[in-house]
């Protein structure tokens, strides 16, 4: 049975940090893509960062480029998500998401929400200026 245990969001001031994680089980962590989705209110689902199945590669999208930085953990299989520089722009609901990456190439890393399997149930993080 597949589970993700996310961590706590919180609210935090503009300027700070915040990090958040996901654990995983019930599927093999070495064969899949995975990736933090964000959704704010009244817009579309939206891939923030995703990281190869290897851990080699990653995409950021250009809003967040150099203030997240997406990791992983193939012992305790997690995916983390700091942020840094926060801005009320990043008030979103979070999604840890994994894709099935068995036989592609450790370079590749999705973006599209259809390419993912698996989904947490997602960490509400508020911005205030």
């Known amino acids: 049975q597949v589970q993700f245990v996310e961590s706590r969001g919180g609210s935090v001031q503009a300027g700070d940090s915040l990090r958040i994680s996901c654990t995983t089980s019930?599927?093999?962590?070495?064969?899949?893509?995975l990736a933090w989705f964000r959704q704010a209110p009244g817009k579309e689902r939206e891939c923030a960062a995703s990281?190869?199945?290897?851990?080699?590669?990653?995409y950021y999208a250009d809003s967040v480029k150099d203030r997240f930085t997406i990791s992983r953990d193939s012992v305790d299989k997690m995916v983390f998500l700091q942020m840094d520089s926060l801005e009320p722009e990043d008030t979103a609901v979070y999604y840890c998401?994994?894709?099935?990456?068995?036989?592609?190439?450790?370079?590749?890393?999705?973006?599209?929400?259809?390419?993912?399997?698996?989904w947490g149930q997602g960490i509400q993080v508020t911005v205030s200026s």
């Open positions: 990281i190869s199945w290897s851990g080699d590669s990653t």
């Open positions: 998401a994994a894709g099935n990456a068995r036989g592609i190439s450790p370079a590749i890393t999705y973006i599209d929400p259809i390419q993912y399997d698996y």
């Open positions: 019930g599927f093999t962590f070495s064969n899949y893509i």
